[in-house]
């Protein structure tokens, strides 16, 4: 697992724009994290980093937000008010999973089993001591793929000093 820190909003969003850098059609994000860790705000990283022009916000109310205007479509996922996997169902949650775009899942453990087999799973946590830490666990789930995108994110922090404002 890799353990990154960032000491600033910014700094989440910049690993998000390095994290897009690596994303190709078909990838799944799977998010976690406590309400107010940065989810959404790695997100609009992620975003910018697929050079999608429109404004991302959070999907909580109405669980998915498509954005089609960058190199690659995004299609983004906040489960945190849905209950059953009858819901995810209702909403086509699987056909999105095999689109020609990015999925990203925001609270992706409440249905780990409606998950698909394959994944990049991030987990953010408020610092302990900074309100703006966030420590961000990243680990591949199944697969080559996942893999390589995740010695890719190794080897670009091993070649970084530190993880502050400039991000990974």
Not at 84 to 94: A, H, N, S
Request: glycine share 10%.
């Amino acid at each position: 697992m890799l353990v990154l820190t960032t000491d600033s909003p910014a700094a989440t969003h910049s690993l998000g724009r390095k994290l897009a850098a690596g994303l190709v059609a078909g990838d799944v994000i799977c998010l976690n994290g406590d309400l107010g860790a940065g989810k959404t705000l790695l997100v609009k990283g992620l975003a910018a980093g697929l050079d999608i022009t429109e404004g991302v916000s959070s999907p909580t109310f109405t669980i998915l937000q498509i954005y089609e205007t960058g190199r690659l479509p995004l299609n983004h996922f906040d489960l945190y008010r849905l209950e059953t996997p009858e819901e995810l169902f209702d909403i086509g949650f699987e056909e999105y999973l095999r689109t020609d775009g990015v999925t990203v899942i925001e609270w992706a453990d409440k249905f780990l089993p409606e998950l698909p087999e394959e994944y990049l799973r991030i987990e953010l946590q408020m610092g302990k001591t900074d309100a703006a830490e966030r420590v961000i666990s990243i680990e591949p789930f199944g697969g080559k793929r996942y893999n390589k995108l995740y010695e890719e994110l190794k080897n670009l922090a091993d070649t970084c000093s530190g993880y502050g404002d400039a991000g990974i």
